[in-house]
C-alpha cells in the first residue's frame, strides 16, 4: 500500500522567516518526488520536483530528499503572506501515477 | 490563456440523478487524468487515459466512468452520484505520462444534494 504522510498543520511562520514542510513516505519503490502548491479552491500548481538524494534549490525554494529515510521536505525562505497556502507532496513508482499525501496548511503572519 | 478547462466549474446534482463533467485541453497532451480530491483530502487517481488507451484505478468505484472521444476532451461520468461524491473533481494532462510536466485544470466541485 502506497502512503504518504504529511503533517496537516496549520503550520504558522512570521513574515521572513524559513518555513518548513515534511514529508515521509512507505514506497521504497518511489522514484520522483513532487511539492504542489494549492490554494484554497484552485487546483494544485508544480512547485519543485526532485528525484536525487539531497538538495535542489529554485528560488526560494529547496526541496531536500533522503531516500534512506523515506523522507522528503520544502523549505521556504523569507516566507511571505502570498506561500500562505496548502502544500501538497507526491510521489511516484512505476507507473508514473501521482499519489498524494493531504497536505500541510501553512499561514505567513505579516 | 487556460491551458487546461474544466467545465463547468460550479455543479450541482441530485442525489441518483446522472452527471457529467467536462475537460478539454489546448496543450495537445496525450493523457488525460481525472482526479478527486475531497475537503482536506488528498487529490486521489480515479483513471487516466494513454491516448485511447483508458487505465482505470483499482479502487475506483463502478460508480464513475470515463470517455474521451477525441485528443482534446475527456468526460467524467457519474452514473448515479451519492452525497459521497461530494468532492473538487480536478483534471489533468501531461505528454507521454510524464510526471514533472502534469497540468491541472481549474477543477469543477461538485455537490450532491
Known amino acids: 500500500q502506497k502512503e504518504v504522510e504529511q503533517n496537516s498543520g496549520p503550520l504558522s511562520v512570521p513574515e521572513g522567516a524559513i518555513a518548513s514542510l515534511n514529508c515521509t513516505y512507505s514506497?521504497?519503490?518511489?522514484?520522483?518526488f513532487f511539492w504542489y502548491r494549492q490554494y484554497s479552491g484552485k487546483s494544485p500548481e508544480l512547485i519543485m520536483f526532485i528525484y536525487s538524494n539531497g538538495d535542489k534549490e529554485d528560488g526560494r525554494f529547496t526541496a531536500q530528499l533522503n531516500k534512506a529515510s523515506q523522507y522528503v521536505s520544502l523549505l521556504i525562505r523569507d516566507s511571505q503572506p502570498s506561500d500562505s497556502a496548502t502544500y501538497l507532496c507526491a510521489v511516484t513508482t512505476g507507473a508514473n501515477n501521482l499519489f498524494f499525501g493531504t497536505g500541510t496548511r501553512l499561514t505567513v503572519i505579516p | 490563456d487556460a491551458m487546461v478547462i474544466q467545465n463547468p466549474r460550479y455543479q450541482v446534482t441530485q442525489f441518483g440523478k446522472p452527471v457529467t463533467l467536462s475537460c478539454s485541453q489546448t496543450l495537445n497532451h496525450n493523457v488525460m487524468y481525472w482526479y478527486q480530491q475531497k475537503s482536506s483530502q488528498a487529490p486521489k487517481l480515479l483513471f487516466h487515459?494513454?491516448?485511447?488507451?483508458?487505465?482505470n484505478e483499482a479502487d475506483t468505484p463502478d460508480n464513475f466512468q470515463s470517455r474521451r472521444p477525441n485528443t482534446s476532451f475527456c468526460f467524467l461520468d457519474i452514473r448515479s452520484p451519492g452525497l459521497g461524491d461530494a468532492a473538487m473533481y480536478l483534471c489533468?494532462?501531461?505528454?507521454?505520462?510524464?510526471?514533472?510536466?502534469?497540468?491541472f485544470g481549474p477543477g469543477t466541485r461538485l455537490t450532491v444534494t
Open positions: 514506497d521504497r519503490g518511489s522514484q520522483s
Open positions: 489533468a494532462t501531461s505528454r507521454d505520462h510524464n510526471p514533472y510536466e502534469q497540468y
Open positions: 487515459y494513454y491516448d485511447k488507451d483508458f487505465n
